[in-house]
Structures are given as C-alpha cells and as structure tokens.
T-cell receptor, first 110, second 113 residues
Framework: DAKTTQPPSMDCAEGRAANLPCNHSTISGNEYVYWYRQIHSQGPQYIIHGLKNNETNEMASLIITEDRKSSTLILPHATLRDTAVYYCIVKEGGSYIPTFGRGTSLIVHP | EAQVTQNPRYLITVTGKKLTVTCSQNMNHEYMSWYRQDPGLGLRQIYYSMNVEVTDKGDVPEGYKVSRKEKRNFPLILESPSPNQTSLYFC????????????FGQGTRLTVV
C-alpha cells in the first residue's frame, strides 16, 4: 500500500471550510484514496473515498489531483463537532481492513 | 442498523487473569480486525480475519489470540494480560466487495493492573 503524508495538526474557524491535505506520491493506478476520522477516542468513522474523480457526499468533498499524487478533503462548513483526527489512507480496491498513519488533528474553534 | 458491537466498553483487570473482549457485526462481513490505540502510536492492527477459520497476524500480535468460528463474531483473547496491554481496543469489519468502507466498534478501554 502507498504511504501517505499529512500535516500533524490544523485549525479552522467554525463555519469556514476546512481543507485537509494528503500526499500519496507513490500511489499506484488501482489504489483508492480513503478518508476516515476519529472523534476523541470513538471508533473511526468512514467519510469518503475515490479513485480518480472528485467525490462529494453529505459529509465532505474529496479532490484528487490529476496525477493522483495528492488529495484534499474538504469540510465545506466546519462545525465544532468536526474536531477530530482525520486519516488519509490509500488502498487497493477490494475488501480491506485499513492501516492507519498518524492523521491530522483538526481543531475547529468558535 | 448496521453496527459493530464490542463488549465490554470498559474493563479493569489484574495481571495474568485471562479475559476475552467480544466483537460482533450484523452486516455479514467477511473481513474483521482488531486494533489497539495508544497515545503517540496511533491505531495498530493486532489480528485480522478474512473469513471463518481464516486469521492472520497484524503488526502487534504478541500476547493476543483470536478466533473466527462464525462469520459474525471475532473475539480477542488475552490469555495472560500484562500492564503493557493497557490500551483502547477497536474491532472493525468490512465486506469483500470492491472499494467498500470499514465499520468500527465503539472501543474497549482495558486497564491491566
């Protein structure tokens, strides 16, 4: 599996967009980009995933660069409840159990 | 409701006293896994199972056992717990289908004294 690099921490004002970057320069053609988050010692929660195209769901948007070497998770209107550790994971398609790095600790402040 | 259920949520035990943490999923998933989470070390995989009677070691399997006798259950067994196994434990499951998500339990906080 390709390795990922994320900033250890970020902060964002409530109501503003939170843009969380992830570098995965060694990603291969059949590897998906997944995002999970973990809110204070709760079980990790799936957010979104994509292969090549940008994706959007009710929680977030995922922007993947054309060369697929990096991606950005966008929380369009961050709330205090979005304060969490966000994990970017790349993995081949097919069933899997994710392997986690250190993630980005996002703090949303009033 | 699709869920992964772990029990107990909190447990304090003494060194050497065998314990089992149960994990059950109601989604008919083939894949299940156990993680432990420690401050500064993140989530580390202990064991995983790709189907009934198929298990394999993860990154930190020492001191743990698992079994997968039926698809829905994947218990984590500590035969002789030690204080260095004090941690927050998570169970997860996922389907065999292409690019699906993993579901996690709410965690078991174990303290070994």
């Amino acid at each position: 599996d390709a390795k990922t690099t994320q900033p250890p921490s970020m902060d964002c004002a409530e109501g503003r967009a939170a843009n969380l970057p992830c570098n995965h320069s060694t990603i291969s053609g059949n590897e998906y980009v997944y995002w999970y988050r973990q809110i204070h010692s709760q079980g990790p929660q799936y957010i979104i995933h994509g292969l090549k195209n940008n994706e959007t769901n009710e929680m977030a948007s995922l922007i993947i660069t054309e060369d697929r070497k990096s991606s950005t998770l966008i929380l369009p209107h961050a709330t205090l409840r979005d304060t969490a550790v966000y994990y970017c994971i790349v993995k081949e398609g097919g069933s899997y159990i994710p392997t986690f790095g250190r993630g980005t600790s996002l703090i949303v402040h009033p | 409701e699709a869920q992964v259920t772990q029990n107990p949520r909190y447990l304090i035990t003494v060194t050497g006293k065998k314990l089992t943490v149960t994990c059950s999923q109601n989604m008919n998933h083939e894949y299940m896994s156990w993680y432990r989470q420690d401050p500064g070390l993140g989530l580390r995989q202990i064991y995983y199972s790709m189907n009934v009677e198929v298990t394999d070691k993860g990154d930190v399997p020492e001191g743990y056992k698992v079994s997968r006798k039926e698809k829905r259950n994947f218990p984590l067994i500590l035969e002789s717990p030690s204080p260095n196994q004090t941690s927050l434990y998570f169970c997860a499951s996922s389907d065999h289908a292409e690019n699906t998500e993993a579901f996690f339990g709410q965690g078991t906080r174990l303290t070994v004294v």
